[in-house]
């Protein structure tokens, strides 16, 4: 077997490990602290429980799509430095994963259902993306970086206004992801045609509506 063969096929078994740990959880350990841990706790009646709990499902949901894009992406992207920086981004992803995780068992609810539909379609698509080339990948990370953001801001308009705890972590990971998207800007992403931005809504529309749900 020669070198190349080898780290093809560990590349693969890896990538595996790493779908495996992201759809059925426990998250790999993050990199940093929840944003969670230096808020204080407060009381929450069950409605605001509830819908707080369902909110973070679907933030949760959205991390698994990502962890899953930039897998798929970092599997398809022909220049290393692109892959490396595709790599990384999941890494800080893994984050946002594990600290929506943390926060929806607070909350007394599940992870979706669903996750592993939302891991392999969105894996899929991550492939594509990278297959489609590099600038049109990292075009891909800006759209979808930008429809996050907005889909955040939206979350944290309808949080119940002192669950501190669930608040912070969106705001760190709004920071987080328009820090992705720059990156990718910087690295040369092309801006993606209009028809390609309104599937990608749809899509999400799709799954934050069921993930609320399942
Ligand atoms: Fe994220
Ligand atoms: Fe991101």
Redesign the pocket.
Request: glycine share 8%; no cysteine.
């Given at each position: 077997m020669n070198g190349r063969t080898h780290s093809s096929i560990d590349r693969l078994i890896q990538g595996f490990d790493q779908a495996l740990h992201t759809v059925f959880g426990p998250a790999p350990a993050p990199s940093r602290p929840t944003p969670a841990a230096a808020q204080a706790k407060t009381d929450l009646s069950d409605a605001e429980r509830e819908i707080a709990g369902r909110l973070m499902r679907i933030n949760h949901a959205g991390e698994i799509s990502?962890q899953a894009l930039?897998q798929g992406q970092a599997v398809t992207a022909r220049l290393p430095t692109v892959r490396n920086k595709m790599e990384q981004?999941a890494t800080?992803?893994n984050d946002?994963l594990a600290w929506t995780e943390e926060r929806i068992r607070e909350l007394g609810t599940h992870t979706s259902l669903l996750a592993p539909l939302w891991y392999a379609g969105s894996f899929g698509i991550g492939a594509l993306a990278g297959l489609a080339g590099d600038k049109w990948s990292l075009g891909f990370?800006v759209e979808?970086?930008r429809q996050?953001i907005r889909h955040l801001d939206s979350h944290l308009a309808r949080l119940p206004d002192h669950d501190a705890k669930s608040r912070a972590i969106l705001e760190q990971?709004k920071d987080?992801?328009a820090?992705?998207?720059t990156t990718a800007l910087a690295a040369g992403a092309a801006a993606l045609p209009g028809p390609v931005k309104a599937l990608m809504q749809l899509t999400s529309k799709v799954m934050t509506r069921t993930a609320y749900w399942i």
């Amino acid at each position: 077997m020669n070198g190349r063969t080898h780290s093809s096929i560990d590349r693969l078994i890896q990538g595996f490990d790493q779908a495996l740990h992201t759809v059925f959880g426990p998250a790999p350990a993050p990199s940093r602290p929840t944003p969670a841990a230096a808020q204080a706790k407060t009381d929450l009646s069950d409605a605001e429980r509830e819908i707080a709990g369902r909110l973070m499902r679907i933030n949760h949901a959205g991390e698994i799509s990502a962890q899953a894009l930039y897998q798929g992406q970092a599997v398809t992207a022909r220049l290393p430095t692109v892959r490396n920086k595709m790599e990384q981004a999941a890494t800080e992803e893994n984050d946002h994963l594990a600290w929506t995780e943390e926060r929806i068992r607070e909350l007394g609810t599940h992870t979706s259902l669903l996750a592993p539909l939302w891991y392999a379609g969105s894996f899929g698509i991550g492939a594509l993306a990278g297959l489609a080339g590099d600038k049109w990948s990292l075009g891909f990370v800006v759209e979808t970086e930008r429809q996050v953001i907005r889909h955040l801001d939206s979350h944290l308009a309808r949080l119940p206004d002192h669950d501190a705890k669930s608040r912070a972590i969106l705001e760190q990971m709004k920071d987080d992801e328009a820090r992705h998207a720059t990156t990718a800007l910087a690295a040369g992403a092309a801006a993606l045609p209009g028809p390609v931005k309104a599937l990608m809504q749809l899509t999400s529309k799709v799954m934050t509506r069921t993930a609320y749900w399942i």
